[in-house]
């Protein structure tokens, strides 16, 4: 078969574009540094570096929602400081209002300045954070979480928001907290029970907080405590209420001040001088109470005082002391939860972080060129390209005519 000279010169044409393109795609991979630039280049590592990419999106997501999170929660963390130096300054001003020397205008004014601490605390509880969800909303649902309704029928603060707190993920941690369980939920009293003067006492009769001396021994029932004079002795007498019998033991005692009347497990200190008919009503079953309310009871308290001492401020001011620390005991408890949050949220961060250098070292893997051994190739290429067209433009200036004469 015989080969024409246009033929081979078609050929080596050809060869020669072909070695020019292939020369071109290993510069261009040279300069981007990639090995895969479309599917063609390798198809099977292109799926899989679109796979890797994929699963490095999705860490990157994972990654972009925990940095929020606990951006809201170290938010959230220094609101709750702010709350509890809030609680401890209304403490000082409650042991100044025990000041034997104060009288009403004093305690107007200690009044006045814990009212305002009120309207702080408040503000803290409606805090947002840098995105503008509320910090204390628990699961949503008010854009402000916290509403005063104090005065005149007025119901007092009042949680909107929805209660409860969002589930910790395997990646993802809760953007607020559950504001009803720390500002609404405050045990009254002592936590198992509450002491309170009856209205119509006459006496100077009080009492401390109270403690539970045997857990077990409890009953969770009502009692009421009355006082009468017997023959010049003053006796007390402690009724079941609940069930409307009395407690055995504690009929016709005789009463001193200081005494500590103890019974179904339960204790508590009785001072001052009470006048016959004059009582004293224990309360088991007291619902919870909130923080704001707690404020607003002891502020009326103030207020409303007119001597110096005057039993029932005595007793409201122990009693908002223990209920003031019961309330603190929680913003802590929250505190503790949110720094259990943010060490949690430093190892789902190493995973993560762990995780996505994974993922980018697969797909540079899939992807990526060899440099040393892409521009070893190139000057393989080059020098081979360089020969052909040497050789090709030798071969072309040959021809018959040059041997015809």
Known sequence: MRVATANSYDNTIA?????????????????TGKRVQKASDDPVAAVLSEAAQNRLTRVQADQRALEASKTSIVQGESALGQAGEILQNVRDQLISAGNGSYG???YKDIA??????????????????????????????????????FGPGGSGVTFQGLRGQEATGDNSLPQSFDGNAVFMRIPQGNGTFVLSQSASNTGSVRTDTGQVLNPSALTG???SISFADNAGTMEYSVTN??????????????????TAIAFDGLSFEVNGNPQTGDSITLDASAPPTDIFKVLQNVVDALRSATT???????????????????????ILQARSMAGAWLARADSIDTLLTDRAVAHQTEQSNLEDLDMVQGISDFQNQQTGLQAALQSYAQVQRLSLFQYIG
Request: net charge negative.
């Open 308 to 330: 110096n001492n005057s039993p029932e401020l005595m007793q409201a001011l122990g009693r908002t002391t223990a209920e003031l620390d019961s309330g603190h005991d929680r």
């Open 241 to 258: 209420t609940t069930t409307g019998l009395p407690v055995a033991g504690q009929t016709g005692m005789p009463y001193t001040p200081g």
């Open 221 to 223: 029932q009502n009692y």
């Open 112 to 149: 006045l300045q814990i009212e305002g601490m009120r309207d702080e605390l408040l503000s803290v509880a409606n805090q947002k954070n840098s995105s503008g969800r509320t910090l204390f909303g628990g699961l949503g649902g008010a854009e402000t979480p916290f509403i005063d309704s």
């Open 15 to 31: 060869q020669l574009t072909k070695r020019q393109a292939e020369l071109s795609a290993l510069q261009g991979q040279i300069a």
């Open 104 to 106: 009403p205008h004093e």
